[in-house]
């Protein structure tokens, strides 16, 4: 493996371990002035490092004690891929669904583009469907 891309693996593993610890200013250190969110159901890019911090806090917000395990990460070049596993409590609300008091847990792919010694860019692929299926209210049922 080359210094390029052990370097850049090493700064997403020190990127996955602060957002584990809920340190956001610290992530936000770690992404470029102009760095680009790809977000499924976007149809265009989102800009910026407070737009990285919005959606990071409002995980830290529905799930307080959101715990975070990096199950592969690989890279080549000027991109590092991720397989993440994140799962808490809903205790907050969450894209506009109040707490449940429920155990949560989904997976996301995540692909990184990075420039220099930070995170330029990101395409996120959450399982955002179990975890909202999780967090829904129970159906009701005619008796």
Known sequence: MDTRTEKNLALLRAAYEAL???ELD????MLTENFIANVPGMP???YGPEIWRHGAEGMWEGFPDLQIDVEDMFGVDDKVA???HFHGTHQGTFQGSPATGRQVGF???E???IEGDKIAEEWVAPDMISLMRQISPAPVTDR
């Open 44 to 46: 265009d890019p989102l």
């Open 111 to 113: 692909i990184y583009r």
């Open 82 to 84: 991720v397989r993440v």
């Open 107 to 109: 997976r996301s792919i």
């Open 20 to 22: 584990a610890r809920g």
């Open 26 to 29: 610290a992530c936000v250190e």
